[in-house]
């Protein structure tokens, strides 16, 4: 499963960076495989395991702000194997006969 989601602290002022610092910090002790971009995270991991901590993250994002606004877009799609965080893309590339920006 492939679990994309952004935070948005509300309220407590116009820079983002430490709340993003502080959810980023989650994912990566999480261990669960992901990649960070300018507009979100995607991670990659068992409804359970990802849920949990995008969980943890809004917690945390929550001690920041007195608001938060989150999206979360969840790709389910059972029997397909771990790592489609990387394989989708080589899907893609392929298609396209290049490398894309990641």
Not at 49 to 65: F, L, S
Not at 72 to 83: C, E, Y
Request: proline share 5%.
């Amino acid at each position: 499963m492939l679990v994309e989601f952004s935070i948005t602290p509300v309220g407590a002022g116009e820079s983002l960076g430490d709340a993003i610092t502080s959810v980023i910090r989650i994912v990566d002790e999480s261990r669960l495989p992901y990649k960070a971009n300018a507009m979100g995270t995607v991670i990659e991991g068992g409804w359970d395991e990802v849920m949990g901590v995008i969980k943890k993250c809004h917690e945390e994002v929550m001690k920041k702000a007195p608001r938060l606004v989150s999206h979360i877009s969840v790709d389910l799609r059972p029997g397909k194997p771990q790592d489609r965080l990387t394989e989708k893309l080589k899907g893609v590339e392929k298609r396209l006969g290049k490398k894309i920006k990641t």
